[in-house]
């Protein structure tokens, strides 16, 4: 009886999650529910599930859809741009249950918003899957914003590691739109600091996409789920135009988050299976859309 009750309560938790979150297939504009849209990844290597690291519904769909995920596919591997590289024995430690959670989150430098990552984490945890801490150090992007990246080639071997072997700035529609992301601040910026806030975000996804592909190249067969800020990824941009590059042959999904005022009938963007696979469409009205 008590264990009818609890999965009664986890599917009432689940339904409400769902009810602020839907899914877009882009190719057909029909509306799959999370385990279809799961099954209908059976055949990529690599899903990046773009997010707004502010808004709560879709964190909520991250962990069910997770959930869904390692049920379907027990050979998954977590990637996390909340996480970086040189916390990866942090990381390890605490999957091997040798260091406790108030350890893992002040030595991982865990997120301000550490409680909708922790989860995921702990899915991890629990079911004996590898985590990928992808991303590049702060500290290195950071300094590439302050003065470019021309000192990462004459960084100590063990700090030069922690970064992508090349890097690239491509002059292409990721640059276009991260340019007009940052004018649209309304702040001023001069041509070299432009390219250097350019290059930081550019040294991000050339280090997340070569921490996943030699993941992938050490094991093979695994189905790597990485979770970014919709920016990296959207329009197949950014961390996925190097990933793939890396790896021509690789198949990979991209999950995109759209605001709207009605998700039982959304009105949807031009050009939607240019963006992603999957939109995820979140209540634009809700109080966590507007924080």
């Given at each position: 009886m008590k264990k009818v009750l609890v999965m009664s309560v986890l599917a009432i938790m689940m339904s409400c999650a769902f009810a602020q979150t839907r899914f877009v297939d882009t190719k057909t504009e029909l509306m799959p529910d999370t385990k279809a849209v799961a099954k209908e990844l059976a055949t990529y290597d690599v899903i990046m599930f773009g997010e707004l690291h502010d808004i709560e519904a879709l964190h909520k769909l991250q962990e069910e859809f997770s959930h869904v995920l390692v049920d379907l596919f027990p050979n998954l591997a977590l990637s996390f741009e909340m996480w970086?590289?040189?916390v990866q024995p942090i990381v390890d430690q605490y999957l091997a249950e040798n260091l406790s959670e108030s350890e893992f989150l002040k030595q991982s430098r865990a997120w301000t918003n550490y409680e909708d990552y922790l989860p995921l984490i702990n899915l991890a945890k629990q079911r004996r899957l590898e985590v990928i801490a992808a991303n590049v150090p702060r500290e290195y992007a950071t300094r590439v914003a302050r003065e470019g990246w021309e000192f990462v080639d004459n960084l100590p071997e063990d700090e030069r590691?922690?970064?992508a072997r090349k890097l690239s700035a491509?002059?292409?529609?990721?640059?276009?739109?991260?340019v007009e992301t940052i004018r649209m601040g309304g702040h001023e910026f001069s041509?070299?600091?432009?390219e250097?806030?350019?290059r930081a975000q550019c040294i991000k996804d050339d280090t997340m996409a070569e921490s996943i592909a030699d993941f992938l190249k050490r094991s093979p067969g695994t189905k790597v789920i990485h979770y970014n800020g919709d920016f990296h990824s959207r329009n197949r941009l950014g961390t996925v135009s190097r990933l793939q590059k890396m790896?021509?042959?690789l198949k990979i999904a991209v999950l995109s988050p759209h605001p709207t005022e009605d998700l039982e009938n959304p009105i949807l963007p031009l050009s939607m299976e240019h963006r992603a696979d999957y939109l995820i469409l979140?209540?634009?009205g809700t109080e966590e859309a507007n924080r």
């Open positions: 970086e590289r040189d590691k922690l970064i491509p002059d292409d529609d990721y640059r276009n739109e991260f041509d070299k600091d432009l250097n806030y350019y790896m021509p042959n979140f209540n634009a």
